[in-house]
């Protein structure tokens, strides 16, 4: 089978007729690619392929009153294409992967840490500390921790955060982190 070919005359004919086919449909055309597709960029690329196929095979198409169904099946087809290609890499599974997770601490280092946190936070004065126990050792909210003591939800709000800044500004703790 010998490919035909074309010169430069007959693509010159063809030309002005598929260029203004294409300014006369496009934005139609254009809206059925965006049907196939959920990124408009991709519309674009996709009807671009369609209209490059079309104009390939342009004077083999007998009927032009049918274009739009032509050119609707190879957006059909090359979107049908792409999917069947991206599909060889895609693959349902039951769970999601979840990435490899960061090294575990070493438990020692950990330990050494928890101690030196400790200790700092005994270094506090006693309602701060007593306010710092309850809320993150053990795990009361703040209206709870109020409750708990006999003060305001504000006066733990403002007693603990100046506790953790005295908590940040601890040296003992800075070395340690």
């Known amino acids: 089978m010998t490919t035909p070919v074309c010169t430069s005359a007959s693509r010159a004919a063809v030309f002005p007729s598929f260029s203004?086919?294409?300014?006369?449909?496009?934005?139609?055309?254009?809206?059925?690619a965006r049907s196939l597709t959920a990124n408009?960029?991709?519309?674009e690329d996709l009807l671009q392929t369609a209209l490059a196929k079309t104009?390939?095979?342009?004077?083999?198409?007998?009927?032009?009153?049918?274009?739009?169904?032509?050119?609707?099946?190879?957006?059909l087809n090359t979107r049908t294409s792409q999917w069947r290609k991206r599909k060889v890499d895609e693959f349902a599974c039951e769970e999601i992967p979840e990435p490899d997770p960061?090294?575990?601490?070493?438990?020692?280092?950990?330990?050494?840490?928890?101690?030196?946190?400790?200790?700092?936070?005994?270094?506090?004065?006693a309602r701060q500390?007593?306010?710092?126990?309850?809320?993150?050792?053990?795990?009361?909210?703040?209206?709870?921790?109020?409750?708990?003591?006999?003060?305001?939800?504000?006066?733990?709000?403002?007693?603990?955060?100046?506790?953790?800044?005295?908590?940040?500004e601890d040296p003992e703790l800075s070395v340690a982190a």
């Open 40 to 43: 408009p960029s991709d519309a």
């Open 20 to 32: 203004s086919y294409v300014r006369a449909r496009g934005p139609v055309l254009l809206r059925t």
């Open 55 to 75: 104009f390939v095979a342009w004077e083999r198409i007998e009927d032009h009153r049918a274009l739009d169904g032509y050119v609707r099946r190879a957006l």
């Open 102 to 125: 960061d090294p575990a601490p070493d438990p020692a280092e950990a330990q050494v840490l928890r101690d030196a946190m400790w200790r700092a936070v005994l270094r506090l004065p």
């Open 129 to 168: 500390r007593a306010m710092v126990v309850l809320r993150y050792y053990e795990d009361l909210s703040e209206a709870q921790t109020a409750e708990v003591l006999g003060v305001s939800v504000g006066t733990v709000k403002s007693a603990v955060s100046r506790a953790l800044a005295k908590l940040r």
